[in-house]
């Protein structure tokens, strides 16, 4: 079993940066492929970024790449994601997931994920 928690979000104006945290616990999170999706009302679930269990393999969604970036910590057993530049079009419930992998997978399909967090809400005005 993984526990996903999520923090970071809020609200804050086009041009903004955020950076939201996923803390894990309960198996060896080292051993997990992780990922950030968002999900705005009345729209599906979209991939944002993934990085391998090593933290040396990385993936974006095209939307995201030169403004995002994901990172994990394996001491503190946390995967964040620093969020610049922001647009209105960012606004969504942010979800941290894992699933177990193997060293540089980084998938990005939302039914491979196995564990997922709250979500954490992030507003951009405008």
């Known amino acids: 079993q993984v526990q996903l928690v999520e923090s970071g979000g809020g609200l804050v104006q086009a041009g903004g940066s955020l950076r939201l945290s996923c803390a894990a616990s309960g198996r060896t999170f080292s051993n997990y492929a992780a990922a950030w999706f968002r999900q705005a009302p009345g729209k599906e679930r979209d991939f944002v970024a993934s990085i391998s269990r090593g933290g040396s393999v990385t993936r974006y969604a095209d939307a995201m790449k030169g403004r995002f970036t994901i990172s994990r910590d394996t001491a503190k057993n946390t995967v964040y994601l620093q969020m610049n530049s922001l647009k209105p079009e960012d606004t969504a419930v942010y979800y941290c997931?894992?699933?177990?992998?193997?060293?540089?997978?980084?998938?990005?399909?939302?039914?491979?994920?196995?564990?997922w967090g709250q979500g954490t809400q992030v507003t951009v005005s405008s």
């Open positions: 997931a894992t699933v177990l992998a193997r060293g540089g997978e980084t998938p990005t399909s939302y039914g491979t994920y196995d564990y």
